[in-house]
Each structure stands twice: as C-alpha cells, then as structure tokens.
C-alpha cells in the first residue's frame, strides 16, 4: 500500500470510529482509556500506537462521560507523541483533525486537549488554527483553551512567541480571557527556557503587585533557571524569600536544589538536602536519589553511585523504583569509567522493567563493548534497542552497527543473546 493509500485509509478509520460508536477494529479490541495509557507508554511503535488509541476511539470510550477527561487527553498525547517520533506528521494531523468531528468538540475541555496535542509534535500553526476556529465549531472560548494554547507554544519549543500571545491573545477577547495564575507560569516559564531569567523575576513581581498568586510551580521554574545559569546566591536568596512566606515547599523545589547540588557541592551536601527535606515530612523520591547516585558518579565514586541504584526499591516505598533517568545516569558513567561489564548488567535490568535509556547512553555502552571484544554481548544490546526504539531511531542505530561491523566480525558466545532474550520474555510473561 502506497503512503497515500495509508494516509486515505488512516483518515477513513478514525471517520468511522467518530461517526460510529459501535465500530470495531480488527487491530486491537476494544480497551478502558486507564488500559490504553499504560500499553501506550511501553509502546514505541507508531503503528502499534495508533491500533491502541483507535481501539479506544472505536468503543467510543475516549468520548465517553464515564472516562477521565485527563485520562483522554494523556492517551492522545501519548499517541501523538509516537507519531511525532517518528515525524508522522500527516498522521499526526489525520488523528487530530478525525476528533473534530466528534460531538465532543462543543466542549472546551475537549478541543483544549487537540491543541496540547498539536503542541506535543511542535505543530504550532495547526493548534493556534484550531484556537482561532473555535467559533466555527461552537466552542466556547475562555482561559482554559488560552492556556492550552500556550503550552502548545512551550512544548512546540516556540519561548520567544508565548509573551508576544500573552499580550495579544487577552486584547483580542478582552471580556472572554483573562489570564490567571497558570497563564502567567506558563509565561515564566517561556523567559526561563529562553534564557531571559530576569523578565521571569520581572513577572513574578508584577504577578505579586495585582495580586496573581505565585504558585510553587512558577517558584520552581524560576529557582531553577537561576541554579542553572550560574546565579546560586540570587537562587538561595529566592529559596529563603519561599520559606520565609510560608510557601508549601513539595518534592519538586527541593530536588531543583538537589540538582544544583549534585552538580556543584557534592554528595554530602546532597545528603545533607534529604535530610532537611524528611524533617519537614517530604520524603525524599526516585529523582532525589538519582540525584546523589549522580553525585556520586561525577566524583568518580561509581561503588557509592551503585549502592544508592541497588537501594533504589528498599527506600521508602514503591515511589522509589529506578526510573529511565536512574538506568541512563548510571549506565553512562560506568562506561565512561570504563566499567562496560558493569553497565551490561544495568542495561539487562533497563530492558526487563522497560525503561532502555537514550541513543547516546547506549551508543556508548555498545562501542565499549565492541572495544573489549565483547561482540555478542554488543549484539545483545543492539537487539534490545531495535525492539525499543521509534523507527526513526531504528534506522540510525542499523548505521552505527554497520560503522562498528557489529555483525560483520565473528561472534562469539551467544550466553548473552540467550541471557537477554529469557529476561524480555519474563518481563513479557
């Protein structure tokens, strides 16, 4: 089937499945919207992505009353984002473009998620064109659909525009939009990410003079952006004016000075963080620790770095399993010290709980073990990733095998191919 015919018969699918709640699909049965979220997130296929999500559409689930709001949005931009991944953007289009025709369009909530969704594959002009069409579609219009237009803006990575719609988007529907405490966060967070830390502040005060409240969001933004570009006594000044107001401090400012210290001070002053944050009933989580076992690897201190990643399930309960971040930190600085055997055994565990981390993490691993003659074991991995990664990512890392003669130069044992495809099957069982 040519990519026309695809695209015609992607576009026709999803018309049936809007039109018809009764539709049934042939790819994947009818699932909850709860059950397509967690296939979704182990999903990296683009195709397998959408046979989900269609399955979802079929049994009307995404539109129905009975489903969360929130669990609908986060199914589509899971989806949207493995489309993205793989720049399958006329398919991108084609999924969003099928949902208008949903009687649910009438709803704000509900066209605000197609926006977000354009954002999540940095198609920009086609969110702003379904914020300007809301009219048309009988869509009331109000900050909520304002907001989501501005984090279309973020997540399309376009910092410079979201001030430029902060101003102008309120003038054009001046008894309609109003922008309230997330519009103005959101703003912050265009000026932070765009390297213009002191507009951020500026804001912040000017949120503070008419009386906006500064949540503890915008707050983390902005004491991050300082840490990050150097600015440590503004950050700790900022840090003391939170306590001082009473400000709910919560997990996530806490590990922003984690991160600060990880990279500056060192583990004892890392630890040191924890500790002050379990004396005000904050538990310190995943990226807490991952943030000492970082600390840790930049010392070179890589058995410390292993002992809090081997703890990583006793500590405080289920909240502090190793995550991606935990898999790709350690396993990157193990074989920049050189510790490739090491960083195999952490890689196996990577792929059994579904968290393989990044190109470049494993680029790294592979080559090490190519250098040591370790062929099978480089083989091992390179199988993983092929069955993990977007096409896309497929495609590049076929080149990187080719330019190592991955499977040009003789192998050797194949324990490791054996060891690696028994634990995928266990994880799959």
Same mark, same amino acid.
């Given at each position: 089937?040519?990519?026309?015919?695809?695209?015609?018969?992607?576009?026709?699918?999803?018309?049936?499945?809007?039109?018809?709640?009764?539709?049934?699909?042939?790819?994947?049965?009818?699932?909850?919207?709860?059950?397509?979220?967690?296939?979704?997130r182990?999903?990296?296929?683009? !195709?397998?992505?959408? *046979?989900?999500?269609?399955?979802?559409?079929?049994?009307?689930?995404?539109?129905?009353?009975?489903?969360?709001?929130?669990?609908?949005?986060?199914?589509?931009?899971?989806?949207?984002?493995?489309?993205?991944?793989?720049?399958?953007?006329?398919?991108?289009?084609?999924?969003?473009?099928?949902?208008?025709?949903?009687?649910?369009?009438?709803?704000?909530?509900?066209?605000?998620?197609l926006?977000?969704?354009?954002?999540?594959?940095?198609?920009?002009?086609?969110?702003?064109?379904?914020?300007?069409?809301?009219?048309?579609?009988?869509?009331?219009?109000?900050?909520?659909?304002?907001?989501?237009l501005?984090?279309?803006?973020l997540?399309? !990575?376009?910092?410079e +525009?979201?001030?430029?719609?902060?101003?102008?988007?309120?003038?054009?529907?001046?008894?309609?939009?109003?922008? !309230?405490?997330?519009?103005? $966060?959101?703003?912050?967070?265009? @000026?932070?990410?765009?390297?213009?830390?002191?507009?951020?502040? #500026?804001?912040m005060?000017?949120m503070? #003079?008419?009386?906006?409240?500064?949540?503890?969001?915008?707050?983390?933004?902005?004491? $991050?952006?300082?840490?990050?570009?150097?600015?440590?006594? *503004?950050?700790?000044?900022?840090?003391?004016?939170?306590v001082?107001?009473?400000?709910?401090? !919560?997990?996530? /400012?806490?590990?922003?000075?984690?991160?600060?210290?990880?990279?500056?001070? $060192?583990?004892?002053?890392?630890?040191?963080?924890?500790?002050?944050?379990r004396?005000? $009933?904050?538990?310190?989580?995943?990226?807490?620790?991952?943030?000492?076992?970082? *600390?840790?690897?930049?010392k070179?201190?890589?058995?410390?770095?292993? %002992?809090? @990643?081997?703890?990583?399930?006793?500590?405080?309960?289920?909240?502090?399993?190793?995550?991606?971040?935990?898999?790709?930190?350690l396993?990157?600085?193990?074989?920049?010290?050189?510790? @490739?055997?090491?960083?195999?055994? /952490?890689? %196996?565990?990577?792929?059994?709980?579904h968290?393989?981390?990044?190109?470049?993490?494993?680029?790294?691993?592979?080559?090490?073990?190519? +250098?040591?003659?370790?062929?099978?074991? *480089?083989?091992?991995?390179?199988?993983?990733?092929?069955? %993990?990664y977007?096409?896309?990512?497929?495609?590049?890392?076929?080149?990187l #095998?080719?330019?190592?003669?991955? @499977?040009?130069?003789?192998a050797?044992?194949?324990?490791?191919?054996? /060891?690696?495809?028994?634990? #995928?099957?266990?994880?799959?069982?």
């Amino acid at each position: 089937m040519t990519p026309s015919r695809l695209y015609l018969h992607f576009l026709r699918r999803f018309s049936t499945a809007v039109t018809d709640p009764t539709t049934t699909t042939t790819t994947a049965a009818a699932i909850t919207v709860s059950k397509a979220k967690s296939k979704l997130r182990k999903v990296h296929d683009p !195709d397998k992505a959408l *046979a989900i999500y269609n399955s979802v559409v079929s049994n009307n689930t995404a539109s129905s009353s009975s489903s969360s709001p929130l669990s609908s949005r986060y199914a589509m931009e899971l989806t949207v984002r493995r489309l993205a991944k793989s720049h399958r953007f006329s398919d991108v289009e084609a999924l969003i473009e099928s949902r208008k025709r949903d009687p649910l369009i009438k709803t704000e909530a509900f066209l605000s998620t197609l926006i977000r969704s354009y954002g999540r594959a940095s198609m920009f002009d086609h969110a702003l064109k379904t914020f300007e069409e809301m009219e048309q579609l009988g869509t009331p219009r109000s900050v909520v659909s304002f907001n989501a237009l501005l984090a279309a803006c973020l997540h399309s !990575d376009n910092f410079e +525009r979201v001030p430029h719609l902060f101003d102008e988007i309120p003038q054009r529907y001046p008894n309609v939009i109003t922008p !309230d405490e997330v519009s103005y $966060g959101m703003l912050i967070k265009s @000026y932070c990410d765009s390297g213009s830390v002191d507009k951020a502040v #500026e804001t912040m005060r000017a949120m503070e #003079e008419k009386g906006v409240e500064v949540n503890i969001i915008a707050l983390t933004t902005i004491l $991050g952006s300082l840490y990050k570009s150097g600015r440590t006594d *503004a950050a700790e000044s900022l840090w003391s004016e939170m306590v001082s107001k009473g400000c709910e401090l !919560d997990n996530t /400012v806490y590990n922003v000075r984690l991160m600060n210290a990880a990279k500056e001070k $060192g583990p004892e002053r890392v630890k040191e963080l924890m500790e002050e944050m379990r004396s005000v $009933g904050l538990k310190p989580d995943t990226v807490s620790y991952n943030y000492l076992m970082t *600390a840790y690897c930049v010392k070179g201190m890589m058995g410390e770095a292993k %002992k809090v @990643y081997e703890g990583l399930g006793e500590k405080e309960g289920c909240c502090c399993a190793a995550n991606a971040a935990t898999f790709r930190t350690l396993i990157f600085h193990l074989c920049i010290n050189g510790l @490739y055997e090491e960083g195999l055994v /952490v890689f %196996k565990k990577s792929a059994v709980v579904h968290k393989v981390p990044d190109f470049k993490t494993c680029k790294h691993l592979t080559e090490g073990l190519v +250098r040591n003659n370790r062929m099978e074991d *480089a083989r091992g991995v390179a199988r993983v990733v092929k069955k %993990k990664y977007p096409p896309r990512l497929v495609a590049e890392w076929k080149k990187l #095998e080719e330019s190592l003669g991955l @499977y040009t130069k003789k192998a050797g044992s194949s324990r490791t191919r054996q /060891v690696l495809d028994d634990q #995928e099957s266990d994880a799959a069982a």
